[in-house]
């Protein structure tokens, strides 16, 4: 089992940015994949960002590419979102999931989640 804990949401002016991280605890953090996700209501959880278990391989959603950076903190159990010239249309409540084998784009792939951040981006 792991349990994984957001932080670092809130509300920020179009083009600022945010820091989102995500506190593991548990099982050993270093052996699983990391993603973030993000849901507003009434659409679909969707894919953010994704990095591997030694933080060597990232993966991001195009519509974030350029603009946000995935990391992870092995000694310190911790992943992070980096979020920069934020848009309105990131407002969002962010989840970060951990896969126990490599970092997919669909959130069945992910065996535990967060009960996320809310981030709000006003223009």
């Known amino acids: 089992q792991v349990q994984l804990v957001e932080s670092g949401g809130g509300l920020v002016q179009a083009g600022g940015s945010l820091r989102l991280s995500c506190a593991a605890s548990?099982?050993?953090?270093?052996?699983?994949?990391m993603g973030w996700f993000r849901q507003v209501p009434g659409k679909e959880r969707e894919f953010v960002a994704g990095?591997?278990?030694?933080?060597?391989?990232?993966e991001y959603a195009d519509s974030v590419k350029g603009r946000f950076t995935i990391s992870r903190d092995n000694a310190k159990n911790t992943l992070n979102l980096q979020m920069n010239t934020l848009k309105p249309e990131d407002t969002a409540v962010y989840y970060c999931?951990?896969?126990?084998?490599?970092?997919?784009?669909?959130?069945?792939?992910?065996?535990?989640w967060g009960q996320g951040t809310q981030v709000t981006v006003s223009s």
């Open positions: 548990g099982r050993t953090f270093s052996n699983y994949a």
């Open positions: 999931a951990a896969d126990r084998t490599y970092y997919g784009t669909s959130t069945y792939e992910y065996d535990y």
């Open positions: 990095i591997s278990r030694d933080g060597g391989s990232t």
